[in-house]
């Protein structure tokens, strides 16, 4: 899976590599893999111990097999991803994806039921029967040989290569306990029938010679695979969203081919097949009506409830579902560039990225390993040196070594990372990058495009003014015969005018002689009625200029900045029809959402001041907040002049004159109903039209970021407080397994609340 894009600069070219690396156990082999590749000369890489995959920017004609051969020189598996199994014809059959977790779940429970008499007998004096030392030695030996076993495995793996884990740090702590019990047992007191020692969390000095440490050997090893097995299961479920949106597509379609219809595998259908979706089918893949008319639900890929009408010439979107009639398709993108496909590879994409926060996590967890290992000697030196006993000095050794895995710090950011974005994907808010979230936390200003964003960005009919004093004329026949001439024109206003009549008129009569007047209007006869229709220029031209109230009508229009329309038939002006352009329901809810988040609304429009204080009046922008008249290649210098005032701008818009303005800004919110050159430029897509979703994809980054760093503070605190008790003594080694477990299923659990984000408008 291989990309090729121009580098920034000269005329060498980078290519876009993605690996899925085996093996990883905890963030410091993320971290190592990652210091790896980087020493390849112009290779830089980002590794995600969560999602188990790198991506890495090399110069073009890098092979690689050279890249896979540096993972595997630390001690690592690496393979190109594999093709997704759609894209096989015969994918419906294959088998299911196995379950990772499943070997661990098998360890967990043999771990489980041979540790629990072990720990049970050591904790309660009163079991502790003759020679019970020795059977608890019988059960915990799988325990730490067989179950522990991926530990040891990746422990000598890393020493082989001249580094240490938390693998190395667990292998060393459980085979250190049990090796320690081994000894007592055969060359101390600790095999004497009858031998007894109360179970104690504080350490008390001795020789040693009669301790043994089999629970601690057993239950740490339990803990520590429980604790890895929840959170396999958790990232698992915590991906779970970008595995459903690759499932909605379709899996087969109906083709229509030489007159008939032939069912194939939706990875066969070619650019500029025609497909029939009929009711309750998903559309395929994205295309646009040739045929029918029906309403779709696109609420699985935009979050929208609300079904679409779409007729012939709209286009439609792949894995959406046909509510209504039967719809004939004609597909425009098929596979990979499809918007499902695109979808999925921006969450894809921001889930394997690495947010600042996330790269001091990892360097703290690089440097913790060894710090840990000479920590725990250093504890080990001071106990002997103080007389202690070996006893006291190697269960504080072996509690530092337990207690110090970094786990949760290593899971804090991706786990909530692939939440986030995950749900944000079901909720049709693509976050294409993790440094995005820093960007959310410090906006306060939300500049607006007007046209397509803020307003619908299509012609609408508003109006109509009937000539005073004509009682024998009403608003119905006036569109009844001005929509049937419109109705043959293509231009946008006339399309506004014929859409308006036919909502509020059944049918529209047929038109005769028609004539187009360009730049002025057009003309025709309905119903045996000479209709003219356009400026007040060609009613003048034929004579019937408009009365004095319908021309104030048009005043009053036009102040406004909408455009008026005159209507004349059999020889006099009859109204006067008011179109525009119409603001999006929804646009006045979504400011107030934006206010009560904290920012500022700013309304960016080349429209003139009329129009934009006329839009900004309905939806609740300060008047003050209106920027008017602006030349597409100023709204940068505007985006800019706020910045330079101090303002950490986010800019939303949808057209290719917004796509310099969404680079430039601190945070680019792109409409996913506009051009795809303002996609390309912003930092969150909006799949839906729906300015509320601007306010969303603030609020679940920035619920996201708080997770990141309660994470974070939750995983440094539990380090930080519990090394000095363990290198004290006071903790007993199965306590500290225990403890260091739960903080990263803790750790977890919290990441995975933002599954529950439901937006701020359900």
């Not at 690759?246 to 025609?274: H, M, N, S, W, Y």
């Not at 979050?303 to 009639?325: C, K």
């Not at 979504?590 to 839009?615: E, F, K, S, Y």
């Not at 109903?673 to 509320?692: F, N, Q």
Request: proline share 5%; with cysteine.
């Amino acid at each position: 899976m291989t990309t090729t894009a121009p580098a920034p600069s000269g005329p060498a070219t980078l290519t876009d590599v993605e690996l899925s690396i085996g093996g990883m156990t905890c963030a410091s082999c993320a971290n190592r893999v990652e210091r790896k590749l980087n020493k390849l000369d112009g290779v830089t890489a980002s590794v995600n111990y969560a999602t188990e995959k790198a991506r890495v920017t090399a110069p073009d004609g890098v092979d690689p097999a050279d890249l896979i051969a540096q993972v595997e020189a630390a001690g690592y598996t690496a393979e190109l991803p594999r093709p997704p199994a759609a894209d096989s014809p015969d994918s419906t059959a294959g088998p299911e994806e196995p379950d990772p977790s499943r070997p661990l779940r098998d360890r967990l429970i043999t771990s489980a039921v041979l540790s629990v008499p072990v720990i049970a007998m050591a904790m309660v004096p009163a079991w502790q029967f003759t020679y019970w030392q020795w059977i608890s030695l019988a059960l915990a030996g799988p325990v730490v040989l067989w179950a522990a076993w991926p530990f040891h495995r990746a422990a000598w793996t890393n020493l082989r290569h001249g580094a240490a884990t938390m693998d190395t740090l667990i292998s060393m702590g459980t085979l250190a306990a049990f090796a320690w019990s081994l000894y007592a047992l055969l060359f101390g007191t600790a095999g004497v029938p009858g031998m007894t020692h109360p179970f104690e969390l504080a350490i008390a000095p001795s020789d040693g010679a009669a301790n043994i440490y089999l629970e601690v050997a057993a239950g740490v090893t339990t803990f520590i695979l429980a604790g890895r097995y929840f959170e396999a299961r958790s990232k698992r479920r915590a991906g779970a969203a970008l595995r459903a949106l690759l499932e909605l597509g379709a899996k087969d379609v109906a083709v229509l081919r030489d007159g008939g219809e032939v069912r194939i595998p939706t990875a066969q259908l070619a650019v500029g097949d025609r497909f029939v979706v009929r009711p309750g089918e998903k559309i395929a893949t994205d295309g646009v009506v040739e045929d029918g008319t029906s309403a779709v639900d696109a609420s699985m890929l935009t979050g929208e409830s609300v079904p679409v009408e779409v007729r012939p010439g709209d286009g439609v979107v792949g894995a959406t579902v046909n509510a209504g009639g039967r719809l004939v398709v004609r597909a425009t993108r098929v596979g990979s560039d499809t918007q499902l496909a695109q979808m999925a590879k921006l969450v894809e994409d921001a889930q394997t990225g690495k947010a600042q926060v996330q790269r001091l996590a990892d360097r703290v967890s690089g440097l913790f390993v060894p710090i840990v290992i000479a920590l725990a000697a250093g504890t080990l030196a001071f106990w002997l040196g103080t007389g202690a006993g070996a006893a006291a000095a190697f269960t504080a050794a072996v509690a530092v070594l337990i207690i110090a895995c970094p786990c949760a710090l290593g899971l804090a950011t991706p786990t909530a990372l692939l939440v986030g974005t995950g749900r944000g994907a079901q909720l049709g808010i693509l976050i294409k990058g993790p440094e995005v979230l820093e960007s959310t936390r410090r906006v306060d200003t939300v500049v607006l495009d007007k046209t397509g964003t803020v307003t619908t960005g299509r012609m609408a009919l508003l109006d109509v003014h009937v000539a005073g004093g004509d009682d024998e004329i009403d608003e119905a026949e006036v569109l009844r015969l001005a929509g049937a001439v419109e109705n043959a024109s293509e231009h946008p206003i006339a399309a506004a005018v014929a859409r308006g009549a036919t909502e509020r008129v059944e049918v529209l009569p047929d038109v005769e002689e028609f004539t187009n007047h360009e730049g002025l209007g057009v003309q025709g006869i309905v119903d045996g009625h000479a209709v003219l229709v356009g400026r007040a220029t060609l009613l003048e031209q034929w004579s019937q200029p408009l009365t004095p109230d319908l021309a104030a009508a048009k005043a009053a229009a036009e102040e406004q900045g909408r455009t008026a329309i005159a209507v004349a038939w059999d020889g006099a002006a009859r109204a006067v029809l008011v179109v525009g352009d119409t603001v999006k329901p929804t646009s006045a809810q979504a400011i107030a959402q934006l206010r009560d988040l904290g920012l500022t609304p700013v309304l960016l429009t080349g429209d003139n001041a009329a129009v934009a204080h006329t839009v900004a009046v309905q939806v609740g922008i300060d008047a003050g907040d209106v920027i008017a008249e602006v030349l597409p290649a100023d709204k940068v210098a505007v985006v800019q002049r706020l910045q330079a005032e101090g303002k950490v701008v986010a800019m939303v818009g949808d057209g290719v004159n917004d796509a310099a303005a969404l680079a430039a800004a601190d945070l680019g919110l792109a409409m996913g109903t506009g051009t795809d050159a303002a996609i390309e430029a912003g930092d969150i897509t909006l799949v839906r039209g729906d300015l509320r979703a601007a306010a969303d994809a603030i609020q679940l980054s920035r619920r996201t970021l708080r997770t990141i760093k309660g994470n974070l503070f939750w995983a440094f605190a539990y380090n930080v407080a519990a090394l000095p008790l363990a290198a004290a003594g006071l903790l007993n080694p199965m306590i500290a397994g225990a403890a260091m477990a739960f903080s990263s299923v803790f750790v977890v659990s919290n990441s995975l609340r933002l599954r529950g984000f439901t937006g701020t408008h359900r």
